[in-house]
């Protein structure tokens, strides 16, 4: 609630529409119009648009022109034109965004036109590291893990709290292991030059060659103006090379929570994250689903601590070593699906989400 008693009104922006293309910025912007139900939103949408459900209880949506729902320039454009006019009719700006090519010139102009309201940046990730020395904050500031906080904090951005993502526990039940004759392993990412699906082939690779059996399911997600069928060929010859024959290449995963449910492992092994969040949402609802994940040892997962495996940046021959023994030890697969669980009911639950971001509301709007 705002001081005078009456439900505060926030403005929650993204760098495109809320129910566009979906990424670390609309995923975590929804979830924050979810855990927040008395705030009365205020959210750009897409149109012509798809009816994507997003999930704010109370509220409105704007809509802009966008073909793909993708944040090209022209939609950014839109949201900080519209944005600066329609900040000046709520309590609060809330900027859900990454930092990443544009930002510097944002962070300078765009404060100084809506009127004084203030502003809460959310910080998904951090694409290039460099860019942070010609950025400025738009606010107080929140980072999703201890590193990023860090380096926002030596760059001027003051002190940064850190609030990590929030996972819907009823929405993401545990489940028993799967039963069937092969065990499935899972790899999730994008078709980035560092985004680690090659790495993740020959790691399954050396864990195949070690005396494990599984299939292989490729849950790959393309970036505007790629070519998915040039590149889902590239992958199946790359496993095919790498003598990996039970292989499935998918591209965005609608139900995300029945592959989950259907796979015994997620191998995300990436070199950088380049701009993903920095504790990926698919890693958290693997964890509270009961899947052991094998990880890169990159600074932002530091925070899921002993829940998940972890392997030095580029490893191949470990992470395969790694999963050849968890695919044959069951015990210590029930153990790490446990520790998974328990980890994010404690660390990552809705509930300390929410109360965390409505103390920060509350402080703001004082």
Same mark, same amino acid.
């Given at each position: 609630m705002a001081a005078d008693g009456h439900a505060f009104r926030v403005l929650?922006?993204?760098?495109?529409?809320?129910?566009? %293309?979906?990424?670390?910025?609309?995923?975590?912007?929804?979830?924050?119009?979810?855990?927040?139900?008395?705030?009365?939103?205020?959210?750009?949408?897409?149109?012509?648009?798809?009816?994507?459900?997003?999930?704010?209880?109370?509220?409105?949506?704007?809509? !802009?022109?966008?073909?793909?729902g993708v944040p090209h320039l022209a939609e950014r454009l839109q949201v900080a034109t519209a944005g600066?006019?329609?900040?000046?009719?709520?309590?609060?700006?809330?900027?859900?965004?990454? !930092?990443?090519?544009?930002?510097?010139?944002?962070?300078r102009l765009w404060p100084r036109l809506?009127?004084?309201?203030? !502003?809460?940046?959310?910080?998904?990730?951090?694409?290039?590291?460099?860019?942070?020395?010609?950025?400025?904050p738009l606010g107080p500031t929140v980072a999703l893990s201890e590193a990023?906080?860090?380096?926002?904090?030596?760059?001027?951005?003051?002190?940064?709290?850190?609030?990590?993502?929030g996972v819907r526990l009823d929405c993401w039940p545990h489940r028993p292991r799967p039963t069937g004759e092969l065990p499935t392993v899972l790899v999730t990412g994008h078709h980035d030059r560092d985004g680690g699906t090659y790495e993740a082939i020959s790691s399954a690779a050396a864990a195949w060659r070690a005396g494990a059996r599984f299939r292989l399911v490729l849950a790959i997600r393309s970036r505007p103006g790629q070519d998915v069928r040039y590149l889902g060929k590239a992958l199946r010859a790359r496993a095919l090379q790498e003598g990996l024959h039970d292989v499935e290449v998918l591209?965005?995963? %609608?139900?995300?929570?029945?592959l989950l449910a259907a796979s015994d492992v997620l191998l995300y092994v990436p070199r950088a994250l380049g701009g993903k969040a920095d504790v990926p949402l698919t890693v958290l609802e693997a964890l509270a689903t009961g899947r052991p994940v094998i990880?890169?040892?990159?600074?932002?997962?530091?925070?899921?601590?002993?829940?998940?495996?972890?392997v030095p940046v580029g490893n191949c021959h470990h992470a395969g070593?790694?999963?050849?023994?968890?695919?044959?030890?069951?015990?210590?697969? %029930?153990?790490?699906?446990?520790?998974g669980r328990t980890t994010v009911e404690e660390r990552f639950g809705q509930d300390r989400f929410m109360s965390n971001y409505a103390r920060l509301y509350q402080e703001l709007l004082a």
């Open positions: 929650l922006l993204t760098s495109g529409p809320l129910d566009g %293309e979906e990424g670390a910025d609309t995923q975590l912007a929804m979830a924050l119009a979810h855990a927040m139900p008395q705030a009365e939103h205020l959210w750009f949408r897409q149109w012509p648009g798809r009816n994507r459900p997003v999930g704010v209880a109370r509220g409105r949506s704007v809509p !802009i022109p966008s073909r793909d600066a006019v329609l900040a000046r009719h709520v309590d609060l700006v809330h900027a859900v965004m990454t !930092i990443g090519a544009g930002f510097p010139a944002f962070s809506v009127g004084g309201r203030p !502003i809460l940046h959310t910080v998904p990730g951090v694409m290039d590291p460099a860019r942070l020395d010609r950025s400025r990023t906080a860090g380096m926002l904090g030596a760059a001027g951005f003051g002190e940064v709290r850190v609030i990590g993502p591209g965005y995963v %609608e139900d995300m929570s029945g990880l890169s040892d990159l600074p932002q997962f530091a925070s899921l601590t002993d829940s998940v495996l972890r070593r790694l999963l050849y023994q968890l695919l044959d030890r069951p015990q210590w697969w %029930e153990q790490l699906a446990k520790r």
